[in-house]
């Protein structure tokens, strides 16, 4: 059983940039397909990014396609969430999750979840 921890989050200005990570331990890694979701206050969980096992396939959001790029280092046991240009509607909880299997959109088809970190982005 795989247990995630994320890591990066905090408060900026709209148009900087943070990496978000998140490390795994009690599992194997390589064997998860890894993605990133997003909650804001009053909203539903929503799909951010994912990635493939090995890496060589990434997956996103629109809203978020050509400013976050999501990668990974099966080495290190940790999959990143580079995002640029950052906008106030980026705000919300940023939450890591794995799954075994293809890679998906729906947050209910993911096993594994870290506890979130805020990522707050201001005007």
């Not at 009690?26 to 997003?38: A, E, K």
């Not at 990635?51 to 280092?73: E, H, L, N, P, Q």
């Not at 950052?86 to 209910?108: H, I, M, Q």
């Amino acid at each position: 059983q795989a247990q995630l921890v994320e890591s990066g989050g905090g408060l900026v200005q709209a148009g900087d940039s943070l990496r978000l990570s998140c490390t795994a331990s009690g599992g194997t890694f390589i064997s998860y397909t890894m993605g990133w979701f997003r909650q804001a206050p009053g909203k539903e969980r929503e799909f951010v990014a994912a990635i493939s096992v090995s890496g060589g396939t990434t997956y996103y959001a629109d809203s978020v396609k050509g400013r976050f790029t999501i990668s990974r280092d099966n080495a290190k046991n940790t999959v990143y969430l580079q995002m640029n240009s950052l906008k106030p509607e980026d705000t919300a909880v940023y939450y890591c999750a794995a799954r075994f299997g293809s890679a998906s959109t729906k947050w209910n088809n993911y096993n594994y979840w870290g506890q979130g970190t805020q990522v707050t982005v201001s005007t």
